[in-house]
């Protein structure tokens, strides 16, 4: 018996197909959950992720208590928590105050918000890692703490933090396939859905694997070539 | 008068590194600061551009701006009092990501707003008064601590500051070195700038100084013109401080 899915790329996927066939047909399906929404997710999400990360740590640096309060408890609570329950709270708990938010927003905000509390921790130390005399030249040719924190400050520490917001990235990719679970219809929720029908589980969730690999591969490539240009007129 | 510091104190935690100062500057005058390490030196000098606030003390500059730290102080009076002077220090402190070029037009361009263009033909006029034309476009870390320190004075003269501040700009540097900073201060005090500088190197002090102030504890000891202050000490703590500087064996 053929079992058909929704989708029309995967009209002729069939559980009797051989194994060869099987990649090769699910694989455009896959491709285009990866395009469509593993890929777009992780990007807006870090972007926005690092915005959020970048005031987070700001107001952490303030020396008014007040200020730093908000920053602290909203990094407690988003480390202090399971990304899934975070994410089920916004897609299947907020429907509970009326607050309806579809699949793909919602995971969008779930990963703003982690992105942003743990990234927070590594623009924070990176910050604190550039010494105190290059606040003290900016101050004494004239800088507000904000000019010497975007001329200054900013430049170096971006080059700290290359490496560890380079890890934060690449596990942004991976842990999108969680948003399979608010119904986005990413790579790994492609996976599932032909392997719902064709009980491949072993080859299509390796296929899945693969494909995350070979993002993740091509990330780590961007990282050095970034490091390596953000380096060069550093002394070693 | 280009400025009188009255009463001056500074106190870290319980530790009070600065007691009553009094200090006058004429404009292009030349201040030489010695004394012992942890006298105070380099935390007064701190005081003048806002790096560290004090805890009491009336700035009155000749030109009318007046800051009283017993006071609240503003934001915007403290930016103020730091425009008012250029700081080199002991460490260079150049920004490492930018040229030479780069580190001394990001004042001029970056606060002042001045046009590109133009500052960047007195950024190139000022390094090659301090010996480094041929330089412009090196970074700090291709450079050596000379020619790093000169990068940094060309970087606080290009914001033409009233007063120049100086913390031991020669403590770092190798003694090979230490010349061809001298050099271009030594011009520098010629060019009838104000400066008031901290240091170690006696002789030069002595040379270039219009007033030698010693401090020690927190309190300037004694002030004067340096032939008196260094060659004929009135205090005994100035004349026990120059024996052991300057004969460090005895």
């Known amino acids: 018996m053929k079992m058909f899915l929704d989708n029309n790329l995967l009209l002729t996927i069939t559980a009797n197909m051989e194994g060869w066939e099987l990649i090769i047909n699910s694989l455009p399906s896959m491709l285009s959950g990866a395009i469509q929404y593993t890929i777009p997710l992780t990007l807006i999400s870090f972007i926005g992720g690092l915005i959020l990360a970048l005031i987070t740590a700001m107001s952490r640096l303030s020396k008014s208590r007040i200020i730093q309060a908000p920053a602290i408890i909203y990094v407690s609570a988003i480390r202090g928590t399971p990304l899934l329950v975070q994410l089920f709270i916004i897609f299947y708990g907020l429907p509970n105050l009326g607050i309806n938010i579809d699949p793909f927003p919602s995971a969008t905000i779930a990963f703003i918000l982690n992105v942003g509390a743990y990234a927070s921790e590594i623009i924070r130390a990176s910050i604190l890692s550039i010494p105190k005399g290059q606040w003290e030249a900016a101050f004494t040719i004239g800088m507000t703490r904000w000019t010497a924190l975007r001329r200054i400050i900013l430049p170096q520490a971006a080059r700290v933090s290359v490496p560890p917001l380079s890890n934060s990235f690449i596990s942004l990719v991976k842990d999108t396939s969680l948003a399979s679970l608010v119904l986005v219809a990413e790579l790994f929720r492609k996976a599932q859905e032909i392997a719902a029908r064709t009980y491949d589980f072993l080859l299509l969730y390796v296929e899945a694997a693969l494909i995350y690999w070979v993002i993740c591969f091509i990330l780590s490539l961007a990282q050095e070539v970034l490091e390596r240009k953000l380096s060069r007129h550093i002394a070693r | ?226 032939d008196e202050v260094l060659k004929h000490p009135r205090e005994e703590r100035t004349k026990q401080f120059l024996k052991r500087i300057l004969n460090p064996t005895k």
């Open chain 2, 1 to 226: 008068m280009y400025l009188t510091v009255k009463g001056l104190a500074k106190s870290f935690g319980r530790n009070e590194v600065l007691k009553n100062i009094d200090l006058e500057i004429k404009k292009g005058e030349v201040v030489s600061i010695i004394g012992p390490s942890g006298s105070g030196k380099t935390t007064m000098l701190r005081c003048f551009n806002g790096l560290e606030q004090p805890d009491k003390g009336v700035f009155n500059f000749g030109d009318g701006f007046t800051l009283n730290f017993e006071e609240m102080t503003k934001k915007q009076e403290i930016l103020r009092l730091s425009r008012k002077s250029g700081m080199v220090f002991q460490s260079y402190n150049l920004f490492p990501h930018k040229t030479a070029l780069q580190n001394v037009m990001e004042g001029p361009v970056i606060v002042q707003k001045r046009k590109k263009s133009e500052a960047k033909r007195e950024a190139e006029e000022l390094l090659k008064k301090v010996g480094l034309g041929d330089k412009m476009d090196l970074y700090p870390h291709q450079l050596s601590g000379g020619q790093q320190q000169r990068v940094g004075i060309a970087r606080a003269l290009a914001l033409k500051p009233e007063l120049l501040l100086f913390d031991e700009p020669t403590s770092a540097l190798d003694p090979e070195l230490i010349g061809e900073v001298l050099k271009v201060m030594k011009d520098l005090a010629h060019e009838n700038w104000t400066m008031l500088i901290v240091t170690h190197e006696i002789q030069f002090a002595g040379e270039i100084s219009d007033k030698v102030l010693f401090m020690d504890g927190g309190y300037v000891i004694e002030q004067g013109k340096p």
